[in-house]
């Protein structure tokens, strides 16, 4: 039997967006907080219109850049959602604090593969997260960013980054039509995350969003 690979459109900003995305067959939509770089940004006050819009099969997740648990418990109840993908490689003490606090709230980490080192992040946060998200950022680089890039990363290191934990792993960075049958046969995913490839003139695009999803089916029929 195939397995179905997540669907997660990120860089949500409307209503209207989010409908489309659902009716394609997104299982997730991503609502980018505020953030010091990267589009598709809207406030927590968007982000509660939206996700009060979707249906119950599908999830909405706000993207922050907040690094304490405070701040972080914060922005869950100002949006109303509680799925947080946590976009810096926060102090897992944080996280600790976080998950003590607010048990209900769903934390995925996003680990930004600039090389080898990412694997070593598995058993920082392992224990502390429901899922992880393997993105192009460059938090080292003089000038700091966290998604949004439009760039793939090596795709052998999240390979063996999902081999090695028991968590559910999605794979961002560079993904589109014409590269995630090979993206999916290779790292093997639970779910994929894209933004930039699926809009035009800063607006979701339904065309392009149809081939992907169609790509994506495809791939999908490969997986056992």
Do not use: C, M
């Given at each position: 039997m195939a397995v179905r690979t997540r669907l997660k459109v990120c860089c949500i900003k409307s209503v209207g967006e989010a409908r489309m995305a659902v009716a394609a067959g997104a299982d997730i939509l991503g609502l980018v907080g505020p953030m010091p770089s990267g589009p598709g940004t809207i406030?927590?006050?968007?982000?509660?219109?939206?996700?009060?819009?979707?249906?119950?099969?599908?999830?909405?997740?706000?993207?922050?850049s907040e690094t304490t648990a405070t701040t972080l418990a914060a922005a869950a109840e100002e949006s109303g959602v509680s799925n947080l993908q946590i976009v810096?490689?926060?102090d897992p003490d944080e996280l600790e604090r976080l998950r003590s606090s607010r048990p209900e709230l769903n934390l995925v980490q996003v680990i930004h593969v600039e090389d080898e080192g990412a694997l070593g992040l598995i058993s920082r946060y392992e224990r502390h997260i429901d899922a992880f998200l393997l993105d192009s950022g460059k938090p080292s680089a003089a000038i700091e960013t966290l998604g949004g890039t439009g760039d793939v990363h090596d795709w052998s290191i999240s390979a063996r980054f999902v081999a090695a934990t028991n968590k559910p792993v999605m794979l961002a960075g560079?993904?589109?039509?014409?590269?995630?049958?090979d993206a999916v046969r290779r790292v093997r995913p639970y779910g994929v995350d894209l933004c930039s490839s699926l809009r035009q003139e800063d607006a979701?695009?339904?065309?392009?969003?149809?081939?992907?999803?169609?790509?994506?089916?495809l791939a999908d029929q490969e997986r056992t």
């Open positions: 406030t927590y006050a968007q982000a509660r219109s939206i996700a009060a819009e979707l249906p119950d099969t599908v999830e909405p997740w706000l993207l922050t810096r490689h926060l560079g993904l589109k039509a014409g590269n995630v049958l979701l695009d339904a065309e392009l969003l149809q081939e992907f999803v169609q790509a994506l089916r």
